[in-house]
């Protein structure tokens, strides 16, 4: 149950994420969306490096 829980969650996430890409792209703000795509995979990483460190896996 909990691994249907966690790919309906990324399908969601990653969803929103193209979504939200799509539509500044759609609208001709570039450099919007190329900024919000590259700062969410950047921090997105950052994010998981920091979870682990934290839980003592790094």
Do not use: D, H, Q
Not at 28 to 45: C, D, F, Q, R
């Amino acid at each position: 149950m909990n691994a249907r829980r966690w790919v309906c969650g990324g399908f969601t996430t990653f969803s929103s994420f193209a979504l939200e890409t799509g539509t500044l792209i759609k609208a001709g703000n570039y450099p919007a969306a190329l900024a919000y795509a590259l700062l969410s995979l950047a921090l997105g990483i950052l994010t998981v490096f920091a979870g682990e460190a934290a839980a003592g896996l790094r």
